[in-house]
């Protein structure tokens, strides 16, 4: 496991952006783990929003945030980000990062987690 810590959430207009970030500590651990971000809102259950690959060659995104977000990592910082554009009043929820040495399963078992970070989008 990994230790991952969320940070960067706060309250943005409809249309702005924010950027999230997910640091790890250990990079070793880091890199031999590819990351998730999630979302939960109120009364929703968790959704998968995208994933990176341990290199970070590979990305992909639920059809909910294709072409509004974008997710890169920097292993040098031990640091993924989500980069989050055109936001809507829908994408409002907490943010979790969340870690897999097996990116096939990143989406429904990864094996660590971030504590979340509130994203507030106002129409």
């Known amino acids: 496991q990994v230790n991952l810590v969320d940070s960067g959430g706060g309250e943005v207009q409809a249309g702005g952006s924010l950027t999230l970030s997910c640091a790890a500590s250990g990079r070793s651990a880091f890199t031999s783990n590819a990351v998730g971000w999630f979302r939960q809102a109120p009364g929703k259950e968790r959704e998968f929003v995208g994933g990176?690959?341990?290199?970070?060659?590979?990305?992909y995104y639920a059809d909910s945030v294709k072409g509004r977000f974008t997710i890169s990592r920097d292993n040098a910082k031990n640091t993924v980000y989500l980069q989050m554009s055109s936001q809507k009043p829908e994408d409002t929820a907490v943010y979790y990062c969340?870690?897999?040495?097996?990116?096939?399963?990143?989406?429904?078992?990864?094996?660590?987690w971030g504590q979340g970070t509130q994203v507030t989008v106002s129409s």
């Open positions: 969340a870690a897999s040495p097996d990116i096939g399963v990143i989406k429904t078992t990864p094996t660590s």
């Open positions: 990176i690959s341990r290199t970070g060659s590979i990305t």
